[in-house]
């Protein structure tokens, strides 16, 4: 995904040759623009912007001034101030780009063409249409504006939609619309990115090719500032049948999605699996033994209902979320006073989450926070991001899912995101009050009496509030715009705030939004299921922004209880959701398993004993454990849950495998192996407690075989006598406890 | 103490292309490491026929070492400025160092020295900052904005394929780790820490190449139970998704049995010649270590030189509070002069000098004129609290590193600062080109870019060139 931005600044994937224009591919649509070509003057706006563009020179790394621009020629980013850009290359560097005496010696020329050294390498051909438009334009005598020439108002690719079969082949055709009326073919002008590369690829000239995978994937279509996206669907085409029946919409519409592309689902997942999933899922815990053996003891038809209803009500659920949600929220100990605050700020969290506040109502009190910390939790907030540009970079991308960061210096390259829209956005924050309190590095906050205004730092202009383009009215003086700001988001038409909430959630529950990255909600980056993401988004909102419902909803829908093991036809879906996708325990959810494995408790500084690694309020408990820090739990820097690190790496498996920490646990004596060695009851039951506890299911009958035999084993020590029989067993037990936790079915969620 | 790599977060790089990779390299995992396996890695060579890749050794000097008492002497500025030190001349004619450094000035043939450093931040987070990933904000923050060049030659190396050797690719051995680090690349690129004072008769490295065969043999037991139960792993293991796990184990398993590994820790292997040679003290046995692993196949190793031999604050940060800066100097010289010049001798007798480049540095210089304030404390270099004492301050604007190995052209100095030291005036480098030297021996592709938390495409050098007088 992240590749898309990558385009726009990468050397390698602009500057490359491979992508040298053709004159055959680009001739067409010069052509197609004016009749008589030699005769038409050339618009420096509409014919020779896109051809800097489509060549490369003005991406990241080449010319581009956000790029610092190679050799001090600078172009703006992607062409998006052609007034700009007619300077740099007509007037800057004393006029020496280009050389109307003769035209072909202009440096533009020579440097693009590899006539003479160009770091970028040769981008336009000498015989190549653009070359001789670039020319033809100089020979006319360079101007900016022709004074004729019309506005580009729509960029349209055909089709809009597809299907297309594996390693199959479509042509996409792309169309401007200018002011004037005018069509004009810009095919081999726009430039294309394929937001699924293993499923599809998109050339410079807009062919799209697909490989041998089934799925969704979306090209995007850009030429001058405007976007188009060609959405499609590669059907794999196997039989799907005997789905199970539906529990709610989530099925219709997923499994309907399944039968378009036929790809066939694994069958639901059994008891086992449902309840060690669900519970990690919601409650950010192992289920214990005895929960397991009730669960599968209960007859009744609805016991996974009511599983889900009883872990909704379980204050593990609050602790949970909460640790989902407040290193998003910044709630970071830099200095060793913030506790008070962070811990108030926590506990708001959880508190919201347990009573089931409704969402709308959680983040209008944050967003429109007055008052200190002590009195007023949410106020924390604002003491740990400061900066008006931070917040509402934050603020957005965490609750409207759109990045905003790009736009504070230059138009977001796949977006409509100008800086006007930035800095209208920032006005929000702009009438922000603080004075300081009695303590240290906090501020009271309040609303400081004002017309609220943000000044565009390259116009100069100052801009009202304005929320992504829409008019939220006249605010007075007197009035918090925060305040307007939040009414924005909670109403009915807002297209963002749902949205980004629920496939957020939707993530949590099955590893990929239906918008990957869950934060980056844009036209140009449509969700794999749009029927399914706008069901969900109605129903959020018609339950009034009821957290709780909607994870009832998810846990509920049979989607969500389909089996992680593959069948023969949808080992590869990674985004169609034909199958659950196992994902390693995050941090905190691993340590507390760990625990409860080894029968020991973790200790954590300033808290009680016995306090969960899901219930830790901030990041600063993860100076003090290596445990925390190699397992990636995230240290509030960032919005983006990304900062969480869910992959492996060789200081976890060390970790697990030898640390001291983990030693301890096995060893400990009053943990679990100890306890184990210590019972009367048979090996058989000890063994089966232990598979209950690590993996919520009885051990087959080979597994029990293989434990007992070697709980049975005598040890020898050094001399080579056999050491004491109850020490032993106990030994015995440790490894047995160690062999679990170093598997994968007890590291992943399956 | 052991922090080391990941593979790329699961978000970066989806894809099948990748998950079949991890198939290869999982399916011969930790699924198959039963007893006589583990005992077979701790006797194998870990594939010794790879060639081996360009690797960096960087000596940092936390606080920031005076330029102008050491390797940008200014014998004819007025005494507030030069200092004390007299001035010698080197095997290179021309290039003049101070009296501090004379085995150094003996083979400054093997090295060259950039006497034009300039940045723009002062403080210690914001100039080590600038120095070690570019960051051009000049406040001083709590944490990194962005990722140090370590992290990231950790990151792309880690993204390039999996590693010949069981060694981790990024040690930082008492590194500097107070203001750098991998910022948004996650701490799984964080180097592996090994701190502890390596001249001491005790030191050693724990988690690295058990010593003890009952420790081996019990853990091979484990292994292998671990493999007999096994039941829903073969199952999981067809999704391909998990299997980047068992990688990381095996190499776990391995830096945990192998003996070779365990060896590239053992100074005593080294000759008591050596050991001498670089110095029986934390710095020279420091960089002895630095040179073993670096040989052994680490690509970055960092090491700082601070503690007790820098005297009484442990850094360079020679303040007149903290110390008495001529004293001070005095006070580590020789212990500086002798492992610094072994280091770099060392690297060419062993014919290393193409493939390590050792970078000697600090995050700036220090103040030409020399100020007075009273001493806060007593101690190792440090006069009576109270009594006045002389000291320089942060110095950004002009400052030395020396870098040898790495194929460079030694002997020369590049660069110079005028007359009293103050500015960087000729053939001036920034904190970008410093990095794009680095990366260009590396063999990094300076136009990279690496996503940050927002997405956001961020080049690894902003605005730097490699200082090609170097490579001449």
Redesign the interface.
């Known amino acids: 995904m992240n590749t898309l931005l990558l385009l726009y600044h990468s050397y390698q994937r602009l500057c490359r040759p491979r992508q040298l224009l053709t004159a055959s591919a680009v001739l067409l649509g010069i052509l197609a623009h004016g009749a008589g070509a030699s005769e038409t003057e050339v618009s420096f706006v509409n014919d020779i912007v896109p051809v800097l563009t489509k060549a490369g020179c003005n991406a990241g790394v080449c010319h581009a001034k956000a790029g610092g621009g190679q050799n001090g020629f600078q172009l703006s980013l992607l062409g998006f101030e052609p007034a700009e850009d007619y300077e740099s290359l007509v007037k800057q560097a004393h006029g020496r780009r280009l050389f109307p005496a003769l035209p072909h010696h202009s440096l533009i020329l020579r440097k693009a063409s590899g006539q003479v050294p160009h770091g970028g390498g040769i981008r336009l051909e000498q015989n190549s249409a653009e070359y001789a438009m670039l020319q033809r334009w100089i020979e006319q005598g360079a101007a900016f504006q022709t004074g004729t020439e019309p506005k580009l108002v729509a960029v349209d690719v055909h089709p809009p939609r597809g299907l297309i079969a594996m390693k199959g082949q479509q042509q996409l055709t792309v169309t401007a619309e200018y002011s004037d009326g005018s069509l004009r073919d810009v095919t081999s002008l726009s430039l294309y990115e394929s937001n699924a590369e293993a499923l599809a690829e998109a050339s410079p000239d807009g062919l799209v090719t697909t490989h041998d995978l089934p799925g969704t994937f979306a090209v995007m279509v850009r030429f001058q500032g405007k976007v188009s996206v060609f959405s499609a669907a590669v059907p794999l085409g196997a039989p799907v049948p005997n789905l199970p029946p539906p529990a709610n919409f989530i099925d219709q519409h997923l499994f309907a999605n399944l039968q378009q592309i036929g790809v066939p689902p694994s069958p639901l997942a059994d008891d086992a699996t449902f309840i060690r999933r669900v519970t990690l899922d919601i409650a950010g815990r192992l289920p214990t033994d005895s929960e397991t053996i009730g669960f599968f003891g209960s007859s009744h038809s609805d016991r996974r209902v009511q599983l889900i209803e009883r872990l909704l009500k379980s204050p593990s659920y609050a602790d949970y979320f909460a640790s989902k949600w407040v290193p998003l929220l910044k709630n970071r100990r830099d200095e060793a006073s913030d506790i008070t605050a962070n811990f108030a700020f926590h506990a708001w969290v959880r508190d919201n989450l347990l009573a089931n506040s409704p969402f709308d109502q959680i983040v209008r009190e944050l967003l429109a926070a007055t008052g200190t910390v002590v009195g007023n939790p949410p106020a924390a907030w604002y003491k740990r991001v400061k900066d008006p540009k931070e917040q509402l970079e934050d603020i957005s991308q965490l609750f409207l899912g759109v990045r905003m960061q790009c736009a504070q210096c230059h138009h977001h390259p796949f977006e409509r995101w100008s800086q006007d829209d930035y800095y209208s956005f920032a006005a929000f924050f702009s009438q922000i009050g603080r004075k300081p309190t009695g303590v240290r590095g906090e501020d009271l906050i309040f609303h400081q009496r004002g017309i609220a205004t943000a000044q565009n730092i390259k116009t100069g202009e100052s801009l009202r509030p304005a929320a992504l383009g829409d008019e939220v009215g006249d605010i007075t003086a007197d009035e918090d715009p925060r305040l307007r700001l939040a009414d924005w988001m909670s109403s009915k038409n807002n297209p963002y705030f749902s949205k980004a909430l629920v496939n957020r959630y939707w993530k949590h529950f099955f590893k990929r939004g239906l918008i990957e990255p869950e934060d980056d909600i844009r036209e140009t980056n449509p969700p794999t299921n749009p029927e399914l993401l706008a069901a969900l988004e109605a129903h959020f909102l018609a339950s009034g922004f009821d957290l709780k419902e909607l994870i009832r909803l998810i846990t509920n829908s049979k989607a969500y209880q389909l089996s992680a093991l593959p069948n023969e036809h949808n080992l590869a879906d990674r985004q169609n959701y034909s199958r659950f996708y196992p994902r390693r325990l995050p941090a905190e959810v691993l340590l507390d398993a760990i625990d409860d494995l080894t029968g020991t408790t973790t200790a954590f500084a300033n808290l009680p004993a016995g306090t969960r690694a899901i219930a830790l309020p901030d990041n600063s408990y993860n100076k003090s454990s290596n445990f925390l820090q190699f397992f990636g739990r995230p240290n509030s820097q960032s919005v983006c849950e990304c900062e969480r690190v869910q992959s492996s790496s060789l200081a976890q498996s060390l970790h697990l495998i030898n640390s001291d920490e983990i030693k301890a646990k096995l060893a400990d004596a009053n943990g679990r192996a100890a306890n184990l060695a210590a019972l009367d009851s048979s090996l058989e039951e000890r063994v089966t407690k232990l598979y209950l506890v690590a993996f919520s299911r009885k051990p087959q009958s080979h597994e029990l075989q293989t434990a007992v035999d070697y709980l049975r084993d005598t040890l020898l020590d050094v001399e080579g006598k056999p050491i004491d029989g109850k020490q032993a067993l106990q030994e015995n037990f440790q490894d047995l406890i160690w062999a679990l936790m170093n598997s994968k079915e007890f590291l992943f969620n399956h | 103490m052991?922090?080391?790599?990941?593979?790329?977060?699961?978000?970066?790089c989806?894809?099948?292309?990748q998950r079949r990779g991890f198939m290869k390299m999982g399916l011969g995992g930790?699924t198959s490491l039963t007893l006589p396996n583990v005992l077979r890695l701790r006797a194998e060579n870990p594939s010794p026929t790879k060639p081996k890749k360009n690797a960096v050794i960087l000596v940092w000097q936390p606080g920031g070492c005076s330029h102008i008492d050491t390797y940008d002497p200014k014998p004819l500025a007025p005494s507030e400025y030069r200092g004390p030190f007299g001035t010698i001349s080197t095997a290179v004619p021309g290039m003049n160092f101070t009296e501090l450094l004379p085995m150094q000035a003996k083979i400054a043939d093997k090295f060259s020295v950039l006497r034009s450093m300039r940045h723009g931040s002062p403080g210690h987070p914001a100039g080590t900052m600038r120095m070690l990933s570019g960051d051009q904000d000049t406040r001083d923050k709590?944490?990194p904005r962005l990722p140090d060049w370590m992290s990231v030659t950790s990151y792309l190396r880690s993204k390039a394929g999996p590693r010949a050797t069981p060694l981790?690719p990024h040690v930082a051995f008492n590194g500097p780790a107070s203001y750098n680090g991998p910022a948004?690349l996650?701490?799984?690129y964080?180097p592996?820490y090994i701190t502890g004072d390596p001249a001491k008769p005790n030191f050693s490295v724990s988690?690295i190449g058990?010593s003890d065969p009952?420790e081996v043999q019990?853990?091979g037991?484990?292994a292998t139970?671990?493999k007999?139960?096994?039941?829903?792993?073969r199952?999981?293991?067809?999704?391909g998704?998990?299997s980047?796990?068992d990688?990381?184990?095996t190499?776990?398993?391995t830096?945990?049995t192998n003996q070779q590994t365990k060896e590239a820790f053992d100074l005593s292997r080294e000759d008591d010649q050596t050991r001498d040679r670089y110095g029986r003290n934390t710095w020279g046995q420091q960089l002895l270590m630095a040179r073993r692993l670096i040989e052994a196949g680490v690509d970055v190793l960092t090491t700082s030189l601070r503690g007790p031999l820098c005297g009484r604050v442990q850094n360079w940060d020679d303040h007149p509070v903290n110390h008495h800066i001529f004293d001070a100097l005095r006070f580590r010289s020789h212990a500086y002069d002798q492992a610094v010049s072994a280091l770099i001798e060392d690297i060419y007798e062993r014919g290393l000098s193409e493939r390590v480049l050792v970078v000697v540095t600090g995050e700036f210089g220090r103040t030409p004129k020399v100020s007075y304030q009273p001493s806060t404390g007593a101690g190792d270099a440090s006069a009576p609290a109270g009594s006045k004492q002389p000291g320089r301050d942060h110095w950004a604007r002009a400052f030395s590193n020396i870098w040898a190995g790495g194929g460079i052209q030694g002997g020369q100095f590049i660069g110079a600062t005028d007359r009293l030291g103050e500015d960087s005036i000729e053939r001036v480098c920034h904190e970008g080109d410093f990095l794009a030297t680095i990366y260009q021996h590396l063999g990094i592709?300076l136009?990279t870019?690496i996503?940050d938390?927002?997405?956001?495409?961020t080049?690894i050098v902003?605005?730097g060139k490699p200082i090609t007088e170097l490579m001449a």
Request: no cysteine.
């Open positions: 052991t922090r080391v790599f990941k593979t790329l977060p699961n978000n970066f989806p894809g099948p292309i930790f709590v944490k981790p948004y996650g701490d799984a964080s592996y988690n058990l009952n019990h853990l037991r484990r139970l671990r007999n139960l096994d039941t829903l792993e199952s999981l293991d067809q999704v998704e998990l980047a796990l990688e990381f184990e190499q776990a398993m830096l945990l592709d136009t870019t996503d938390f927002n997405g956001r495409p080049p902003d605005r």
